[in-house]
């Protein structure tokens, strides 16, 4: 009898706690919200800009310059997640000298709501990643390495829910196979779990079982492979599953001119982004949603 | 009787709400460039700016010690940094593709216009490292074909330059022609495959090395250039670089 008093004053809670993030506007009836995602990948140590004299990216890139946009995009929509697939470490001297410290601290400080890992973020090791973790206030996400019996585990998650003004945002993480690309001894025993069963796995987990309005990939697999056709990458994932909305893509380095739109297996669009490397660009996916009254078409309109 | 006032309260709010669910309807894609019209922000600036302090100290550190001058044009078709480059990108990738693969490269092909640097006598600092290979290029091993090695061989023949190749590969021209092609002491031979270590930038077609697109296959060995520098530079403690005419002409 107590317990199951018990279960009703947690839900009875639990229900007004999630109705706090609900505003009093959302009964009224042009209730919408806009969701935007911003996102780096590879972003490889680059926390100054280029030099002037750089043959590729002169000026191009630099963090201080990246919080500045993501201050002022948050203050234009409170409504808005920072997001980042992995290879955060090696490419600059400051990783080299600090093993990663100042890019976690800065991460922190520009408030990344989730990063997934990337095979770059073990180069020190399982134990130089673990090192490093006291620096970032922010969750990895990664739904694919099983850190059991390293001492990763338990520092991870599987996926991360955020509620936006009642929007629910999924996010969940897929990283690389590590074996051929590090070194076992960085990696140690972590297991690497087919990213496209965990992808399916996650996505009806987070749609069905958690309701998220929008799931999110933070993928580390790559964009896609040329030479080798049948590598799994991030347009294998969008085409073999259903229910996710974006999949933010790493590793490949690959400068999209514009996000993928990729059919899934139930037919719907998946977005694929990836913006380089290096910091030198930010991806930004705005969501927007609106009371189903004021909806235009059943259709969602996509401008990429 | 309190709570389940409540308990009715809440479920009356939230089907009130559902009806108002709210659905996705559109979704706008864009990139931001991040470039030098965006101010910094000085929050930023000053968390890097002891650390950047710290760095111009640390990377003046000494990783080993040459005795002469090391740059790309100290010979005709070879040169000491060149040489350098290739051979010790052999033995740092070598390992890494032996364990993936089982199999050894044969011999490794850079590019002139890669080394961005010389390396003056003296200590050799973290600093000389990052100056000769400020890219982020990374090793990979392509498989090629014997036809297409020799158009790798044509096309370094050709391009009359001190492009890096690792002493396992000797070519010497004679009367404007390739006369003699060596891999790992034995005659080139154009019915067997190679493989060849080279960077992805050069894989990728970079200084018009085409015959290293579109591979046989494509190992990645995931190891940055200037990792394999640090890395072998970290295990000398004095250079030891000679011309030994693995790339000539002959009379």
Same mark, same amino acid.
């Given at each position: 009898m107590k317990r199951r008093d018990f279960l009703k004053n947690t839900a009875a809670a639990s229900t007004l706690l999630t109705l706090g993030g609900l505003s009093l506007q959302s009964f009224t009836e042009d209730y919408s919200t806009k969701i935007t995602i911003l996102h780096t990948n590879d972003t490889h140590s680059h926390i100054e800009p280029f030099e002037a004299s750089h043959s590729k990216y002169a000026n191009k890139g630099g963090v201080a310059r990246?919080?500045?946009?993501?201050?002022?995009?948050? $203050?234009?929509?409170?409504? =808005? *997640?920072?997001?980042?697939?992995? %290879?955060?470490?090696? @490419?600059?001297?400051?990783?080299?000298?600090?093993?990663?410290?100042?890019?976690?601290?800065?991460?922190?400080?520009? $408030?990344?709501?989730?990063? =997934? *890992?990337?095979?770059?973020?073990? %180069?020190?090791?399982? @134990?130089?990643?673990?090192?490093?973790?006291?620096?970032?206030?922010?969750?990895?996400?990664?739904?694919?390495?099983?850190?059991?019996?390293?001492?990763?585990?338990?520092?991870?998650?599987?996926?991360?829910?955020?509620?936006?003004?009642?929007?629910?945002i999924g996010v969940f993480g897929l990283g690389i196979e590590l074996k051929g690309l590090v070194d076992p001894k960085n990696y140690k025993e972590t297991k690497y779990l087919d990213p496209i069963g965990v992808a399916q796995d996650m996505s009806r987990i987070l749609k069905e079982e958690q309701k998220c309005d929008l799931v999110i990939c933070l993928s580390h697999l790559g964009y896609s492979y040329d030479v080798n056709k049948d590598k799994v990458c991030d347009l294998h994932i969008a085409e073999q599953t259903k229910d996710i909305d974006l999949i933010i893509g790493g590793h490949t380095h690959t400068f999209l001119p514009k996000p993928t739109v990729v059919k899934n297996s139930a037919g719907k669009d998946v977005l694929v982004n990836q913006v380089g490397c290096y910091g030198i660009n930010l991806g930004k996916i705005d969501f927007y949603f609106d009371t189903d009254k004021n909806k235009v078409s059943t259709s969602t309109v996509i401008n990429v | 009787m309190k709570k389940y006032i409540l308990?009715?309260?809440?479920?009356?709010?939230?089907?009130?709400?559902?009806?108002?669910?709210?659905?996705?309807?559109?979704?706008?894609?864009?990139?931001?460039?991040?470039?030098?019209?965006?101010?910094?922000?000085?929050?930023?600036?000053?968390?890097?700016?002891?650390?950047?302090?710290?760095?111009?100290?640390?990377?003046?550190?000494?990783?080993?010690?040459?005795?002469?001058?090391?740059?790309?044009?100290?010979?005709?078709?070879?040169?000491?940094?060149?040489?350098?480059?290739?051979?010790?990108?052999?033995?740092?990738?070598?390992?890494?593709?032996?364990?993936?693969?089982?199999?050894?490269?044969?011999?490794?092909?850079?590019?002139?216009?890669?080394?961005?640097?010389?390396?003056?006598?003296?200590?050799?600092?973290?600093?000389?490292?990052?100056?000769?290979?400020?890219f982020e290029n990374k090793l990979v091993v392509v498989e090629i074909t014997g036809k297409k090695m020799h158009e790798l061989v044509d096309y370094l023949h050709k391009a009359q330059r001190a492009h890096p190749i690792s002493k396992h590969f000797r070519i010497a021209i004679k009367n404007e022609n390739p006369h003699k092609v060596m891999v790992n002491g034995n005659k080139f031979d154009e019915n067997r495959n190679y493989y060849v270590l080279t960077s992805d930038y050069l894989q990728n077609g970079g200084d018009n090395m085409m015959f290293f697109k579109d591979p046989v296959n494509m190992y990645e060995l995931d190891y940055l250039l200037r990792g394999a520098i640090i890395d072998y530079f970290l295990k000398q403690d004095t250079l030891r670089v000679t011309l030994d005419g693995r790339f000539q002409t002959v009379d």
């Open positions: 990246r919080a500045t946009i993501v201050e002022q995009l948050r $203050k234009e929509n409170p409504n =808005t *997640l920072l997001l980042d697939a992995g %290879d955060i470490f090696q @490419g600059t001297p400051f990783f080299n000298f600090f093993g990663g410290e100042l890019e976690f601290k800065l991460m922190s400080m520009l $408030k990344y709501d989730a990063s =997934t *890992l990337g095979n770059h973020d073990f %180069d020190n090791g399982i @134990g130089g990643l673990y090192k490093q973790l006291p620096h970032a206030k922010f969750p990895f996400v990664i739904s694919n390495y099983d850190f059991t019996n390293t001492v990763m585990d338990t520092h991870t998650n599987l996926y991360k829910i955020f509620i936006k003004n009642g929007i629910k | 308990l009715l309260f809440s479920l009356l709010v939230l089907v009130a709400c559902e009806e108002k669910k709210q659905s996705l309807y559109k979704i706008e894609g864009s990139q931001i460039p991040v470039d030098d019209k965006i101010v910094s922000n000085e929050d930023v600036e000053k968390l890097v700016a002891p650390y950047k302090d710290s760095l111009e100290t640390q990377i003046n550190q000494v990783l080993t010690f040459t005795k002469k001058d090391l740059n790309r044009y100290d010979g005709k078709l070879e040169s000491s940094l060149g040489n350098l480059l290739a051979d010790l990108a052999y033995e740092q990738g070598n390992p890494v593709f032996h364990k993936m693969t089982g199999k050894n490269i044969d011999f490794s092909v850079f590019n002139y216009g890669g080394i961005r640097a010389s390396i003056p006598s003296g200590p050799v600092k973290y600093r000389n490292a990052f100056e000769l290979m400020p």
